[in-house]
């Protein structure tokens, strides 16, 4: 089925520093989705892309669609403690289910204050 | 919007014992999702439900689990009997419409820890 890879699987920064988390896909994806679960709590969608390219803000998050729909990014531009949580990608399956999204395993980001 | 509500939010519970788990999508969404959440595994797809019906159950791990909904405000989850590796944080999520284009909502989840 289809799987998503995510890295880094941890990222550590300082407050101030960009972060960058990637999702890559063996297969071309009609979409993806972002999610953010904070420590403790539940994933929250972000945003969607669907287009070929596509970049996407959202104040200091930028969200990118490969131009070959098979990866895509979150960066995160000078980190805030509040952006603490995991990142996750989700692109549904290939194959006809395009009712079920897969969830990479996400990239954990703390912010040293 | 009260948003999805999951029932127990958290559930202590002894190895044998029937555990189930609750769950009231957002009024108006016709999908519905049973997710299990574990350090080791991630986020693993359960079951999902469109419109009432059960459309695909093949991430449900064995006959210990089943899932129903009976109707379009409440799904249960449950575990018969359970098992320590059962132990996970449980989310039930709900979405307009039956394709990947539209957002998943997430309930807070049930955390579930299996003595």
């Not at chain 1, 990118?64 to 895509?72: H, T």
């Not at chain 2, 202590?12 to 049973?34: D, Y």
């Not at chain 2, 797809?45 to 419109?51: E, H, P, T």
């Not at chain 2, 307009?96 to 957002?103: A, I, K, L, Q």
Request: glycine share 8%; with cysteine; aromatic share 10%.
């Amino acid at each position: 089925g289809q799987q998503v890879m995510q890295i880094p699987q941890y990222q550590h920064v300082q407050e101030g520093e960009d972060f960058t988390t990637y999702c890559n896909s063996s297969t071309t994806l009609s979409n993806i989705q972002w999610y953010k679960q904070r420590p403790g709590g539940h994933p929250v969608f972000l945003i969607q892309l669907v287009k070929s390219g596509e970049v996407k803000k959202q104040k200091r998050l930028t969200f990118q669609f490969g131009e070959a729909k098979k990866n895509s990014s979150l960066h995160i531009t000078a980190t805030q403690t509040t952006d603490v949580g995991t990142y996750f990608c989700a692109a549904p399956n290939s194959g006809g289910s395009n009712y079920k999204l897969t969830f990479g395993k996400g990239t954990l980001l703390t912010v040293n204050p | 919007d009260a948003g999805v509500i999951q029932s127990p939010r958290h559930e202590v519970t002894e190895m044998g014992q029937e555990v189930t788990l609750r769950c009231k999508p957002i009024s108006g969404h016709n999908s519905l999702f049973w997710y299990r959440q574990t350090m080791m595994r991630g986020l693993e797809l359960l079951i999902y439900f469109n419109n009432n019906v059960p459309i695909d159950d093949s991430g449900m791990p064995e006959d210990r689990f089943s899932a129903k909904m009976p109707n379009a405000s409440f799904s249960t989850l449950k575990i018969q009997p359970s098992e320590p590796r059962d132990s996970a944080v449980y989310f039930c999520a709900s979405r307009m419409g039956p394709t990947s284009y539209n957002e998943q909502f997430f309930g807070p989840g049930t955390r579930l820890t299996v003595l």
